[in-house]
């Protein structure tokens, strides 16, 4: 079975830092490409950043080109997303979510999602 | 604003057939496939539609997905008091990176 854990959400002043980590199971982690999406509260789906299957090819918003580092380690099946600069209107609930392709250049589809990960930007 | 056009509303009677449109351009429903989620209340999103009209196992074929030019549609048929949801369109944009629709808020009378 599939599995997509979210972690290392919290409060963070502005400008603060956070890492979030998803930790995958039931699959062959290095063979497919991850994606970070976003969700403002009560908000729509905001796609943040994709990671190819081997980690050698990265995309970005514009909203967090610069800020924001996606990587992965596939020995540990575990992706992340460091989060610098952060401001306000980064608070959202953090999704990972994997594709069906090893490439990160294209989208099939997210076919499984984590439950996500609450970061809160706020002094 | 999203760089995919979605009705913010939808809505329909029990089974009843609905469609959800989603707007584009070139650099992405014009030449990328499209994907479809649907995100119940408080829930993670769950894809529906990949490669503008294909179903992962599980979907139901009340669900379909189709793509012209630009644009594309999502129609549900049989419209069951569970598909009360809102609805996402993505695709792949030439600009490299993902772009989402606004989404749609599904509501069955």
């Known amino acids: 079975e599939v599995q997509l854990l979210e972690s290392g959400g919290g409060l963070v002043q502005p400008g603060g830092s956070l890492r979030l980590s998803c930790a995958a199971s039931g699959f062959t982690f290095s063979s497919y490409a991850m994606s970070w999406v976003r969700q403002a509260p009560g908000k729509g789906l905001e796609w943040v950043s994709a990671?190819?299957?081997?980690?050698?090819?990265?995309y970005y918003a514009d909203s967090v080109k610069g800020r924001f580092t996606i990587s992965r380690d596939n020995s540990k099946n575990t992706l992340y997303l460091q989060m610098n600069s952060l401001r306000a209107e980064d608070t959202a609930v953090y999704y990972c979510a994997k594709d069906g392709l090893a490439v990160a250049g294209i989208l099939l589809g997210y076919d499984y999602w984590g439950q996500g990960t609450l970061v809160t930007v706020s002094s | 604003q999203s760089v995919l056009t979605q009705p913010p509303s939808a809505s329909g009677t029990p089974g009843q057939r609905v469609t959800i449109s989603c707007s584009g351009s070139?650099?992405?429903?014009?030449?990328?496939?499209v994907n479809w989620y649907q995100q119940l209340p408080g829930t993670a999103p769950k894809l529906l539609i990949y490669s503008n009209n294909q179903r992962p196992s599980g979907v139901p074929d009340r669900f379909s997905g189709s793509k012209s030019g630009t644009s594309a549609s999502l129609a549900i048929s049989g419209l069951q008091s569970e598909d009360e949801a809102d609805y996402y369109c993505a695709a792949w944009d030439d600009s490299l990176s993902v772009v989402f629709g606004g989404g749609t808020k599904l509501t069955v009378l």
């Open positions: 990671i190819s299957g081997s980690g050698g090819s990265t």
């Open positions: 070139s650099s992405n429903i014009g030449s990328n496939t």
